[in-house]
């Protein structure tokens, strides 16, 4: 059974920092590119990062691009989202994904999806 577990969401003052955490299990992770998506209530949800399968290739939105690192440890089976300056519109429910069509950002392209977790920043 396919699963992907985020954690690591929560509440955190404008300009701090989290870091959000995805473990995959019931396929093979180090075959699937990954990516991080988020959604506000009311707005479809929007692609945010994405990451080969070797780690060695990534590609952000332009709205988080030199705030927010991902990256992936294989021998684990993990995804991480390292989130910096922090600003009140990154508020969302994080999800992540895995696809193995390679490094895209289309959300249709994305084979699994995790349930989510809440990032609140407050201003």
């Known amino acids: 059974q396919v699963q992907l577990v985020e954690s690591g969401g929560g509440l955190v003052q404008a300009g701090g920092s989290l870091r959000l955490s995805c473990a995959a299990s019931?396929?093979?992770?180090?075959?699937?590119?990954m990516g991080w998506f988020r959604q506000v209530p009311g707005k479809e949800r929007e692609f945010v990062a994405a990451?080969?399968?070797?780690?060695?290739?990534?590609y952000y939105a332009d709205s988080v691009k030199g705030r927010f690192t991902i990256s992936r440890d294989n021998a684990k089976s993990t995804l991480y989202l390292q989130m910096n300056s922090l600003k009140s519109e990154d508020t969302a429910v994080y999800y992540c994904?895995?696809?193995?069509?390679?490094?895209?950002?289309?959300?249709?392209?994305?084979?699994?999806w995790g349930q989510g977790t809440q990032v609140t920043v407050s201003s």
């Open positions: 994904a895995a696809d193995d069509h390679g490094l895209v950002v289309v959300e249709s392209e994305y084979d699994y």
């Open positions: 019931g396929f093979t992770f180090n075959t699937y590119a």
């Open positions: 990451i080969s399968w070797t780690g060695g290739s990534y």
